[in-house]
């Protein structure tokens, strides 16, 4: 059973991800939460980490970002058990 302190290491970790690839794209906060359909501050929290990921949240942020979200997940996983 996973515990607290796994489940923020994968939070920030997708984060970390997240606002990787947002960098590297040169995309605004305000220009992805517009493309996502979702609130900035949801977009925000997501990419610095400060709260647990939805499903849709994180499937909408990643077809802006145009990456899969298994894709995400699948590094997560990667830097989290290494």
Same mark, same amino acid.
Do not use: C, H, W
């Given at each position: 059973?996973?515990?607290?302190?796994?489940?923020?290491?994968?939070?920030?970790? %997708?984060?970390?991800?997240? &606002?990787?690839r947002k960098e590297?794209?040169?995309?605004?906060?305000? #220009?992805?939460? !517009?493309? $996502?359909?979702?609130?900035?501050?949801?977009?925000?929290? %997501?990419?610095?980490?400060? &709260?647990?990921?939805k499903v849709y949240?994180?499937?909408?942020?990643? #077809?802006?970002? !145009?990456? $899969?979200?298994?894709?995400?997940?699948?590094?997560?996983?990667?830097?989290?058990?290494?």
């Amino acid at each position: 059973m996973e515990n607290d302190e796994t489940d923020d290491a994968y939070n920030k970790a %997708v984060a970390q991800i997240l &606002r990787n690839r947002k960098e590297d794209m040169g995309i605004s906060f305000d #220009a992805l939460a !517009e493309q $996502s359909g979702l609130p900035r501050s949801t977009v925000s929290r %997501v990419i610095y980490g400060s &709260r647990d990921i939805k499903v849709y949240a994180l499937r909408r942020i990643t #077809a802006v970002l !145009e990456m $899969s979200a298994t894709d995400v997940l699948d590094e997560a996983d990667k830097i989290v058990t290494k």
